[in-house]
């Protein structure tokens, strides 16, 4: 990488009104063409998806767009409510229907979904329920449903929450996967954890 270049992706907010509840929420953008709408993986954010982003080959061809969930990377919890008050558990319902809205508000046409793990979960419903709404979905490691991962230890009191997850997360790593990619998905996954449980929920427990 040369020493002072400046990326050609940018952030922005963009407001969202889903289910009663309004969200800030951030996402990051690069290319031109068909929008390729990216979701990270349970408990992380869009920083997952800056090679991609910075990929001249894809964006050349594509609008890359990698959002912040609500509650995750720098997109807010709703402002309109107070949800401290409540466990977070991210519902199907709930899922597919924020990122309709995230689609809608930034008015793209057709877009491309790709998303990965629980994003990958979704990319299958947002097919099943909105079929006519994306030119195409991309579920990387999806599965319809994958029991067995809605833990209490995610955020145990006697547990550093942040180390648990990314260890969690490092033991589902190919082993022969690149060292440096290995260290940095471990990395991003130590940044913010608090949501990592409720996000299981819809991996584990909401029967999508």
């Known amino acids: 990488m040369v020493s002072g270049r400046i990326s050609p992706v940018t952030g922005h907010y963009v407001t969202l009104d889903v289910e009663d509840a309004q969200y800030s929420v951030f996402y990051l953008e690069n290319g031109q063409g068909t929008p390729l709408v990216c979701q990270h993986t349970a408990g992380c954010h869009n920083h997952q998806w800056r090679g991609l982003l910075e990929d001249e080959e894809i964006t050349g061809r594509y609008r890359v767009i990698a959002y912040d969930l609500a509650r995750h990377g720098k997109s807010d919890p709703p402002s309109n409510q ?5 466990e977070y558990r991210l519902t199907a ?17 057709d877009p491309i979904f790709m998303g990965s793990s629980f994003g990958g979960n979704v990319a299958l419903q947002l097919a099943l329920r909105y079929p006519d709404r994306f030119k195409a979905v991309i579920p990387v490691e999806g599965a319809d449903y994958s029991p067995g991962f809605h ?11 942040a180390q648990v997850c990314a260890s969690g997360v490092w033991d589902l790593m190919a082993p ?3 060292e440096q990619d290995r260290w940095a998905t471990r990395f991003y996954y130590t940044r913010g954890s608090e949501e990592f449980r409720g996000d299981l929920y819809c991996y584990s427990v909401d029967t999508i």
């Open 82 to 86: 107070e949800w401290w008050k409540e």
């Open 93 to 109: 319902d709930h899922f597919t229907s924020f990122i309709v809205a995230f689609c809608d508000a930034l008015e793209l046409q």
């Open 151 to 161: 833990l209490d230890w995610w955020q145990h009191p006697h547990a550093n929450a």
């Open 176 to 178: 022969q996967s690149p």
